[in-house]
Nanobody, 126 residues
Framework: QVQLVQSGGGLVQAGGSLRLSCEASGLMFSIHTMGWFRQAPGKEREFVAYVSRSDITPDSQDSTKGRFTASRDDAKNTAYLQMNNLKPEDTAVYYC???????????????????WGQGTQVTVSS
């Protein structure tokens, strides 16, 4: 049984930092792209960042470029999302997700992902 267990998150002031973790089990972690998505109240789930391999530069959406970085440690079956210079508009529930790396599906589309973490709340106060 595949499980993605998230940790991290919480309440932080604007300009602060947080790191989210996502530990995977039940799948061959190294061949899965790990994505990060977020969903704010009343909004659709949106792409934040993804990392396909530890030796390939991760990608993130335009509004978080230079502030958020996805990474992974295949030895620990864990993906990370480092979030710096947080803004109030970053407030949302954040999810990690996994998809087979060679699925041919978009890395930025949530419907491409097969497995999801439980979500963790990130709240940024102004």
């Amino acid at each position: 049984q595949v499980q993605l267990v998230q940790s991290g998150g919480g309440l932080v002031q604007a300009g602060g930092s947080l790191r989210l973790s996502c530990e995977a089990s039940g799948l061959m972690f190294s061949i899965h792209t790990m994505g990060w998505f977020r969903q704010a109240p009343g909004k659709e789930r949106e792409f934040v960042a993804y990392v396909s391999r530890s030796d390939i530069t991760p990608d993130s959406q335009d509004s978080t470029k230079g502030r958020f970085t996805a990474s992974r440690d295949d030895a620990k079956n864990t993906a990370y999302l480092q979030m710096n210079n947080l803004k109030p508009e970053d407030t949302a529930v954040y999810y990690c997700a996994a998809k087979h790396r060679i699925s041919g599906l978009s890395d930025q589309n949530p419907i491409s992902y097969n497995f999801w973490g439980q979500g963790t709340q990130v709240t940024v106060s102004s």
